[in-house]
């Protein structure tokens, strides 16, 4: 069993904001292996089982508020018995990657976001893997400009930016992919590699 937890700001109200991209991770995995399975309610979450090309998964999004995500991912951990590290995957919006971007790493900081905060509480660490999709504006060498992180999370993307989040969440759900069926190096080695020309694949 794997576990992939998608974080985004629960309610219609958010739908369009930067706050729920790896929600939208999600979503893109069980709109492709859900097979008409219906969700539950489970660890205070919307939760679905699915198969990834044979191996057995079960997709997240909390529900509660962002800065209780730990409360969720800590309960799924503890009812499966699972390995941090090896099997769980939490995918989440990140300020700090330009819009279009999408990185994998085995573990680390939380960058200031809530949910990863709440999370690393809740597993007593913050080795385990984070699948991380930009949100960040693509001027000023990627780095968002001068902003109010709150109200930035929450903004809606532009039709640019809509495009570029696009292709993120189609690479990001491929690493999904990858994890769930070779292994966090796999996965890390076909999102993060360069592309010809130096420019790092998204």
Same mark, same amino acid.
């Given at each position: 069993?794997?576990?992939?937890?998608?974080?985004?700001?629960?309610?219609?109200?958010?739908?369009?904001?930067?706050?729920?991209?790896?929600?939208?991770?999600?979503?893109?995995?069980?709109?492709?292996?859900?097979?008409?399975?219906?969700?539950?309610?489970?660890?205070?979450?919307?939760?679905?089982?699915?198969?990834?090309?044979?191996?057995?998964?079960?997709?997240?999004?909390?529900?509660?508020?962002?800065?209780?995500?730990?409360?969720?991912?800590?309960?799924?951990?503890?009812?499966?018995?699972? @390995?941090? !590290?090896?099997? *769980?995957? $939490?995918? %989440?919006?990140? /300020?700090?990657?330009?819009?279009?971007? =999408?990185?994998?790493?085995?573990?680390?900081?939380?960058?200031?976001?809530?949910?990863?905060?709440?999370?690393?509480?809740?597993?007593?660490? @913050?080795? !385990?893997?984070? *699948?991380? $999709?930009? %949100?960040?504006? /693509?001027?000023?060498?990627?780095?968002? =400009?001068?902003?109010?992180?709150?109200?930035?999370?929450?903004?809606?993307?532009?039709?640019?930016?809509?495009?570029?989040?696009?292709?993120?969440?189609?690479?990001?759900?491929?690493? $999904?992919?990858?994890?769930?069926?070779?292994?966090?190096?796999?996965?890390?080695?076909?999102?993060?590699?360069?592309?010809?020309?130096?420019?790092?694949?998204?």
């Amino acid at each position: 069993m794997t576990l992939v937890v998608g974080l985004g700001k629960p309610g219609a109200q958010y739908t369009k904001t930067r706050h729920i991209a790896g929600r939208l991770v999600v979503d893109r995995l069980e709109a492709k292996y859900g097979g008409g399975a219906v969700p539950k309610s489970r660890f205070q979450s919307v939760a679905i089982d699915v198969s990834i090309d044979g191996e057995k998964c079960l997709l997240l999004r909390p529900t509660t508020f962002m800065n209780r995500s730990g409360q969720a991912v800590g309960e799924a951990v503890a009812f499966f018995k699972i @390995d941090a !590290y090896q099997d *769980l995957l $939490v995918v %989440v919006d990140d /300020l700090y990657l330009p819009t279009g971007a =999408a990185r994998l790493r085995p573990g680390g900081g939380t960058g200031g976001h809530n949910g990863l905060t709440d999370i690393q509480r809740a597993l007593g660490g @913050d080795m !385990y893997p984070r *699948l991380r $999709v930009g %949100v960040g504006q /693509l001027p000023d060498g990627g780095k968002p =400009a001068q902003f109010n992180q709150a109200d930035y999370v929450l903004s809606r993307f532009g039709d640019e930016e809509e495009a570029l989040l696009g292709g993120a969440i189609v690479s990001a759900a491929s690493a $999904v992919v990858t994890w769930a069926t070779k292994g966090l190096d796999a996965a890390m080695n076909a999102l993060n590699a360069p592309k010809a020309g130096g420019e790092a694949r998204t």
